[in-house]
Structures are given as structure tokens and as C-alpha cells.
């Protein structure tokens, strides 16, 4: 018996119906930046300007607010492989002592007793920066 051959037609699908776009992707859209603009300018760490409690902290030619005779100091890769030994010895005759250190990273907080005004503390980073320690000042940061 023979068969009968298919017409196109009958392989060709009709008309498929219209796809519906889901609103989803939108809103998920539009909570997502109304969050991040709301949100995002409050949730990381900015410098307190608003009061400078004194006699412990002063202001810088910037207006920030920064540790009075506090500078933090980098020993190791940055500085040209200095050590400890060589920050204490740079800065025992400047008068300074340090407070804090994470060893471990070569990152030393070092108080400087006669650098009370922003004169003396920037002739003391510029001396150790001489020296070729990496120096940079202590800003009081505030997590809002």
C-alpha cells in the first residue's frame, strides 16, 4: 500500500502565541537601585568631620581630623627592606615611640611627644620619609 507523501502544511506549526513578558526582572530591577542609593552611601567607612575632640586629635590642611603626633609608619617591602630595628633607631631621636605595631605586616603606629601642631608632625614624616620609611598620618575613620 502506498502511503500519501505529507504536505507542508502539515509539518509547518502554526502560529505559536504571543510570549508574555514577565514584570519580574523589572521590579527586581528598581528594588535593587532604589537599595543601593538609599543604602549604599551609609554603609562604608567615612571621615569624621563633624567635631575634632581636642587636645588628643587635630586638623590637617584638608579639615580631616587626625591622631595629634601620630603617624603610621610601613617597614619591610614598601620602605626598602627596613626593619623594626631601623624605625626605632629613626625615631628615638625625634621622640617618638611606637604604640601599636602588627609585626607580622611591618605597619607601626608611632606617637611623637613634641609634634603637637601640624608643622611638627609634617617635618617628622618628612624626616622619616627621608630615611625611606613609608609614612602616612592617622585619620579617625567612623563606621556608619
Same mark, same amino acid.
Given at each position: ?19 508574555? *513578558?514577565?514584570?519580574? #526582572? +523589572? ?6 537601585? &532604589?537599595? !543601593? ?6 554603609? =562604608? ?43 626605632? *633607631?629613626?625615631?628615638? #631621636? +625625634? ?6 605595631? &602588627?609585626? !607580622? ?6 606617637? =611623637? ?10 617635618e617628622t614624616e618628612a624626616a ?17
Amino acid at each position: 500500500m502506498l502511503r500519501l507523501a505529507r504536505r507542508p502544511s502539515d509539518t509547518i506549526p502554526g502560529r505559536a502565541p504571543a510570549r508574555v *513578558r514577565s514584570r519580574w #526582572p +523589572l521590579a527586581v530591577l528598581l528594588v535593587l537601585s &532604589v537599595s !543601593l542609593v538609599t543604602l549604599g552611601p551609609t554603609s =562604608f567607612p567615612r571621615i569624621v568631620d563633624a567635631s575634632c575632640p581636642a587636645p588628643k586629635y587635630m586638623r590637617d590642611d584638608d579639615g580631616d581630623c587626625i591622631a595629634r603626633g601620630r603617624l603610621v609608619v610601613m617597614t619591610g617591602e614598601h620602605s626598602g627592606g627596613r626593619t623594626r630595628a631601623d624605625l626605632e *633607631r629613626a625615631i628615638e #631621636p +625625634l621622640g617618638g615611640r611606637i604604640e601599636t605595631a &602588627v609585626d !607580622l605586616a611591618g605597619i607601626y603606629g608611632v606617637t =611623637f611627644l613634641g609634634a603637637n601642631t601640624l608643622a611638627e608632625l609634617d617635618e617628622t614624616e618628612a624626616a622619616l620619609e627621608a630615611l625611606g620609611f613609608w609614612v602616612s598620618r592617622s585619620y579617625t575613620l567612623e563606621l556608619t
